[in-house]
């Protein structure tokens, strides 16, 4: 299928390794140029050569924390005339409710409610301009359904759903889009340290850890990182201009719920 995309721009923030990547990869191939973001430059640079190699899209890089207004400012130097934003950061550590401290919260709304606003409050204004943009925010499964020892996550990232729900609806009628993808467990260094703290909490191997996560998956395996970048892309294309402030589960059937 022809996204209708190509010779877009697009800024993914977050996007040297897993679902970004994911994400930026879908675009490229879809003909879209890039502004990628990660903090660590060498998996970044291996990143960007990858996707110029592949499909020949023009990609600007932006070492950084995507938390910090610097990079954010850069970002937006390099991002000039986008109409495609992808937000996404690292998610916040497992622990117990009773432990985290304001710190800690302030640290996961920073991350993954505060920045991803601040990308579309700084993007959506020439998208509405232009009278076109698609926005997809990465959240989380856990939106949907809590996951108790990720409170840090489910609190921060509803914070961001709700300011979606409004504000999808306020920048519609300029044919910007703003929907969320919400991952259930991938194949990515995410799900790794995650698995990685059951391991060590459990006292079994990598592997086990993993048979346990995927019995309670009806797919029965972790997604990819490359069907959540295609869903990602197609969220982005002409085609999906009549879906507006919705929260799209990509989880393998794993939260059990009718609707
Ligand atoms: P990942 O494999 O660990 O990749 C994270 C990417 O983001 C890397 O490129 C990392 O590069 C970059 N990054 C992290 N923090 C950053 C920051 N502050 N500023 C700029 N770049 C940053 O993670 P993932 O699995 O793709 O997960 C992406 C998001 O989806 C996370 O918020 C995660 O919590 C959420 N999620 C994932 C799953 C899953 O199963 N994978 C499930 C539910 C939700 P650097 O480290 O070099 O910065």
């Not at 897993?18 to 890039?34: H, K, T």
């Not at 996404?88 to 401290?101: E, H, I, K, Q």
């Not at 710190?103 to 709304?109: G, L, S, T, V, Y």
């Not at 961001?160 to 409004?166: I, K, N, Q, S, Y």
């Amino acid at each position: 299928m022809d996204l209708g995309i190509k010779g877009k721009k697009a800024v993914v923030s977050a996007s040297s390794k897993g679902l970004g990547r994911g994400c930026a990869m879908a675009l490229a191939e879809a003909g879209v140029d890039l502004v990628l973001n990660a903090r660590g430059s060498a998996a970044l640079e291996e990143t960007a050569a990858q996707i110029r190699a592949r499909f020949g899209v023009q990609v600007v890089t932006v070492a950084g924390d995507i938390t910090q207004g610097q990079v954010r400012d850069a970002i937006l130097r390099a991002a000039e005339g986008a109409d495609i934003l992808v937000t996404n950061a690292g998610g916040p550590p497992p622990g117990l409710w009773s432990d985290w401290s304001r710190e800690d919260f302030i640290r996961a709304i920073d991350a993954n409610m505060l920045t991803p606003i601040a990308l579309m409050q700084a993007l959506m204004p020439g998208m509405i301009a232009r009278g076109w943009g698609r926005v997809v925010n990465i959240t989380s499964q856990s939106v949907k359904a809590p996951i108790a020892q990720l409170g840090l996550s489910n609190a921060a990232r509803a914070g961001l759903t709700g300011f979606v729900a409004g504000t999808a609806r306020q920048v519609a009628p300029s044919g910007v889009t703003i929907n969320n993808l919400l991952p259930g467990i991938h194949d990515t260094d995410r799900a790794a340290a995650l698995d990685g703290g059951v391991v060590a909490s459990k006292g079994i191997s990598m592997d086990a850890a993993r048979a346990l996560r995927m019995a309670d998956i009806p797919a029965r395996r972790y997604g990819t990182a490359e069907e959540f970048g295609a869903a990602c892309a197609f969220l982005c294309s002409q085609h999906a201009g009549f879906i507006v402030g919705q929260n799209i589960l990509m989880d393998g059937g794993a939260i059990n719920a009718t609707l």
